[in-house]
């Protein structure tokens, strides 16, 4: 394989690459948590795909939506030029959404909040950031289940584990002690997580 394994991996399941699942979308602002995170020092431009290449060089305002998929394939490119191991990539998850979550007024939302009252709302949070995609939790006293649901390949297994990193950093700023995810099942459309805290 190229300079970047996992983007190849990940556009090789999509049937449309790049432009698959365009009704998919993301926030801008979680996209510039993970870029602005790593040196594009040295990165092979030229070995990138030219969507890649012009949304990794083009500056975006934090409110605008970008096309999931490039979003995620960006991401996966900036770990490999990075040369992160997959356990490393899952604890830049978290620190990239430790960042963003600790936006003035997302960290003040969030210390509102119950565990309770988070997971009760969990879809809508969810929609602040992502569009074409949804969360559920069903609450089993200091547990619960989470299924993400998007469509077929918008995200592979590391993503998936990536994502529940974001759970957890949502759940520990909202009161939950010694929160957990851990990820049950991944698959090509759904992803389920069994959450806890103290």
Known sequence: MGAFPRVERYLSRLPRGLDTHPECTTKASVFRVFTESRSLR?????????????????????SAWLPEVQVMASILALADHSKLSDAEAVRWFHEANASLLGNRMYRALLSLASPTHLIQGVGARWSTFHRGTGIGMVQEGSSALATLQYPPFLYCELVARGQGEGLRVALSMSRAKDAEVELLHFGPRRSEYRVTWS
Do not use: G, K, N, S
């Not at 990165?43 to 990138?48: K, L, V």
């Open 42 to 62: 040295h990165f092979p431009w030229e070995e990138a795909p030219p969507a890649i290449t012009t949304l990794l060089r083009t500056p975006v305002p934090h």
